[in-house]
């Protein structure tokens, strides 16, 4: 927002003294309070990024303090759990749009931050029944200030979506990491020591934070338990499969998968940050 001139002034509060002072050491924000309460005084906007299950004690914190005519946002990662834990603490007059920018690194804190970490990413909105229309076209504005594309939908499909996209293939990954970290302990560690370009890809994504995603799944538990089942069943039968030598079900499922990924490579949508180790992927969209 601050390189895109798009906020008069941005005052942020963490909860940890040592996030606050990093935030002020590298410049993040204009002025850094030691409470919610006094960062969000006389704000147009406020954006609520912590974890998806605080979300509901902040909002409680802060919501006498808003004023009306304030516009209220989150970036949480699931969104039916988020409005309904924010929304009973939103005072009259207080225009509150769940939001989720499709965009993030296996880091966290202060220092991962950076400006073009949503140039060309899906925002997706959420609002509510009823939402004031100038504050969701104010906010979809300010989320295209900073290079984002922006879409609309339920908070219910939201939720389902992504744990396809996104949540279902962090517990893959978390598994997959777990699963090796306990075979190495017998194979004196080679399965760490040689594990090649698709285990190394699953260990960036188990690299993410626990808390956040400890949350994600606690709150977007229905729609992740329906996901992981397809899964399973899938995984099943390319079980069986192999067991069978059956090479035409492998071949079509892997042909079929490629396709996917091409897809998603010609609808512009892997343009991760570059220093993810992602050159591949770039070279790839080039050529
Ligand atoms: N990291 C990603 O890839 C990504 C992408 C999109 C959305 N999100 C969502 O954004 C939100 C923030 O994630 P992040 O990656 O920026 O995490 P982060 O760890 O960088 O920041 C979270 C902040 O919340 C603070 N916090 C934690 N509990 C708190 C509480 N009870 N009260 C007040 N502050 C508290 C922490 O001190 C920290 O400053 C999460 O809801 C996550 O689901 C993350
Ligand atoms: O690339 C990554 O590190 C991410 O997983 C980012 C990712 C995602 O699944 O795409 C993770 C969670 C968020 O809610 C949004 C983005």
Redesign the pocket.
């Known amino acids: 927002m601050r390189a895109n001139g798009l906020a008069k002034e941005i005052v942020g509060y963490?909860?940890?003294a040592e996030?606050r002072a990093v935030a002020v050491e590298i410049g993040l924000c204009d002025r850094v309070t030691d409470t919610a309460v006094e960062a969000v005084l006389g704000a147009d906007l406020v954006v609520l990024?912590?974890?998806?299950g605080?979300m509901g004690?902040?909002a409680e914190e802060i919501g006498a303090h808003l004023a009306a005519g304030t516009t209220v946002t989150d970036?949480?990662?699931v969104k039916q759990a988020v409005i309904a834990a924010v929304a009973p603490h939103m005072p009259e007059g207080v225009h509150f749009i769940a939001g989720?920018?499709i965009?993030?690194?296996e880091h966290?804190?202060p220092r991962?931050g950076f400006a073009t970490l949503f140039v060309n990413r899906w925002w997706l909105l959420t609002p509510m029944e009823g939402a004031d229309p100038a504050a969701v076209a104010r906010l979809r504005a300010l989320c295209e200030g900073m290079g984002a594309k922006v879409d609309e939908m339920d908070a219910a499909h939201h939720d389902l979506v992504l744990a396809v996209t996104s949540h279902t293939p962090h517990l893959i990954a978390y598994t997959m990491v777990g699963v090796a970290d306990d075979l190495s302990r017998v194979t004196d560690s080679e399965v760490i020591n040689y594990s090649a370009a698709g285990f190394r890809d699953f260990t960036r994504i188990a690299a993410s934070?626990p808390t956040?995603w400890r949350d994600?799944f606690l709150t977007n538990k229905d729609a992740t338990l329906e996901i992981l089942g397809r899964f399973t069943e899938e995984l099943f039968a390319l079980q069986r499969a192999i067991r069978l030598g059956d090479g035409d079900h492998l071949h079509a499922y892997f042909t079929r998968t490629r396709a996917i990924r091409r897809g998603i490579i010609e609808a512009g949508q892997d343009t991760a940050a570059p220093d993810f180790g992602r050159s591949a992927i770039v070279v790839e969209k080039s050529g």
């Open positions: 963490a909860k940890s996030t990024a912590v974890p998806v605080a004690e902040l970036v949480g990662s989720h920018p965009a993030g690194t966290s804190g991962s934070d956040m994600v």
